[in-house]
């Protein structure tokens, strides 16, 4: 997804960060490229900054920069530098401001040498441990929580690299899936609950890869060997993969909206596909009420499996009525009203010849604050659509998210404030409709999942009090 400024992105949540590793017993000419290709494949989770940190047995050099993954590095980044092993992170910030300094990997040296961490996900106990740290002298250099880690990495690291990497994450809790350098020794690490993804794979010739989706693994031509545990330390280094679980009493929770929305459709997460899942929801929003209309729509990119399994459901014909412009580039500024009525159509625009005169059936992904859905209700009834029927391939969004998604304080979100027919009227659409929490449960193929945004219930109970408004939280 592109990041565009609140009046055009004022409908979504925002993505979180991905991570890649690359470990290999040998110097690779080609390390840098394999690290710039698998964040290719994972920039639709944060366009931000971009971030490549290299080892050459041991000595690490990292390049990063504020941007997409190709405008942060050159031909020559690509080419000279040289290496055994690296980790990549693109970000979206969701704790710390947007800046250069908060981009990662970040690293530094300690008792055990160099090292370099990416981070997706979010801390929940950051102010505690903050205040902790710093009453111990900590220096800190960035606001993001990860830093976090690394001091309570330096910390921890007089007893070795395993009890170092154990005790710190015993110590932090939230949301996170991990890659670290810790010399030549690549890392990784999710969380006890595994609400962030993380995998692995394996490259012929014995090069092994972590990744945020199984799509980085394809890019690099890696194959999927399987998903880290939730609570499971990887280690990596010339004997193979080492594996610790960590934490054995954990309670298996992954981020639904992974499958909803953020992650890319041709990526599995614990051996769920992610299309089948957004095309699966489209059949259950028919079952659940059924309507009579001429065509579906979907909304580009994330709501289109929804419409075709919608339309496959009804069958009712699907249309490709919504055009996204793919070329807007990372901001887009309104310096007046009426241009900030107009905004939307710079993202998105309706075919007039597939809507003109016909009862529409619109999906999306989500619905979270309703500005933009209203704006394109109203797009297509411009272009001529008789009836506009909206459809959310996601349960009612209610509260907002502690782990690292962006999706607003709970009195911006709609569905937390309004009921459906108040929504429905909102937007000014002819009907409305959500996915029920029990046909997403369905699609998933269980309960296990992290769906606090729905129900308020988290897979963390112990979290700090506090709310996405709260400054500490960006501490």
């Not at 710390?96 to 997706?120: D, K, R, T």
């Not at 108040?422 to 369905?442: F, G, H, P, V, W």
């Amino acid at each position: 997804m592109i990041m565009e400024d609140n009046n055009l992105a004022e409908d979504k949540m925002e993505e979180e960060c991905g991570i890649f590793g690359v470990y290999s017993k040998e110097v690779r000419d080609d390390i840098m490229g394999l690290g710039y290709y698998g964040l290719f494949a994972l920039q639709h989770r944060g366009q931000e900054s971009a971030g490549l940190t290299v080892s050459n047995m041991g000595v690490l050099e990292t390049i990063k920069g504020m941007g997409l993954v190709s405008e942060v590095f050159t031909d020559k980044d690509l080419t000279e530098n040289k290496g055994n092993a690296l980790i990549g992170h693109v970000r979206y910030s969701t704790t710390g401001s947007s800046s250069l300094m908060n981009a990662q990997p970040l690293g530094g040296y300690f008792m055990l040498g160099q090292f370099a961490i990416a981070h997706n996900g979010n801390l929940v106990n950051t102010a505690t441990l903050r205040r902790q740290l710093e009453s111990e002298s900590a220096v800190f250099q960035t606001t993001t929580d990860t830093e976090l880690i690394l001091n309570l990495l330096s910390r921890y690291s007089r007893n070795g690299i395993k009890s170092m990497i154990v005790n710190t994450m015993k110590t932090i809790k939230g949301s996170f899936a991990l890659v670290m350098l810790i010399g030549d020794k690549l890392i990784g690490v999710r969380d006890p609950n595994g609400i962030r993804p993380l995998c692995l794979g394996k490259i012929n010739g014995g090069t092994y890869v972590l990744a945020s989706e199984t799509c980085a693994l394809d890019t690099v031509d890696a194959k999927f060997i399987r998903d880290i545990e939730p609570g499971e330390i990887v280690i990596i280094d010339s004997d193979g993969v080492d594996s610790i679980k960590y934490e054995k009493n954990s309670s298996k929770a992954p981020c639904s909206f992974e499958y909803i929305y953020f992650a890319r459709p041709d990526t599995k997460i614990d051996g769920i596909d992610v299309y089948s899942v957004r095309h699966q929801t489209g059949k259950y929003l028919y079952r659940q009420n059924p309507i009579e209309a001429d065509v579906v729509i979907g909304v580009p990119d994330s709501g289109i499996p929804a419409a075709i399994g919608y339309s496959e459901e009804s069958k009712i014909p699907y249309g490709i009525g919504l055009v996204k412009n793919k070329y807007i580039g990372r901001t887009f500024i309104s310096p007046s009203q009426e241009l900030r009525e107009k905004s939307v159509k710079v993202k998105l625009n309706a075919i007039k010849k597939v809507v003109e005169g016909k009862r529409v059936v619109v999906i999306d992904d989500s619905l979270v604050r309703g500005t933009t859905s209203k704006k394109l209700v109203k797009m297509l009834r411009e272009a001529g659509a008789k009836e506009v029927h909206f459809r959310s391939a996601s349960p009612v969004v209610k509260n907002e998210c502690y782990f690292g998604i962006d999706i607003a304080t709970k009195k911006e979100l709609i569905g937390s404030k309004m009921s459906l027919e108040e929504i429905r009227e909102k937007i000014d659409a002819d009907s409305l409709d959500y996915l029920t929490l029990e046909n997403l449960k369905l699609t998933l193929g269980g309960t296990n999942f992290c769906m606090g945004c729905f129900t308020g219930n988290y897979p963390i109970t112990d979290m700090e009090n506090k709310s996405l408004e709260d400054e500490d939280a960006d501490l």
